[in-house]
């Protein structure tokens, strides 16, 4: 993440549009990288998640009570 707000700066910064050109080209690969990176991990996190829930027992569902009303 570092490198990207790096990169960013660079981008904002002086310098020739070929320059520039290619500080974009490797601002895009560098988010690309990060983003498989997160994707990763969410998948991680969500897989891990659905073991968790999957080991929980049912839960007892409660029986609705209705109550009679005296008139």
Do not use: F, R
Request: aromatic share 0%; glycine share 4%.
């Amino acid at each position: 993440m570092k490198k990207i707000i790096d990169l960013i700066k660079k981008l904002l910064g002086g310098g020739s549009i070929a320059e520039k050109a290619v500080q974009l080209n490797q601002l895009e690969t560098e988010v690309k990288i990060e983003v498989t990176e997160v994707k990763e991990e969410v998948k991680e996190v969500v897989e891990a998640i659905k073991s968790k829930v999957a080991k929980k027992p049912a839960a007892k569902k409660a029986s609705a009570k209705t109550t009679a009303k005296k008139k």
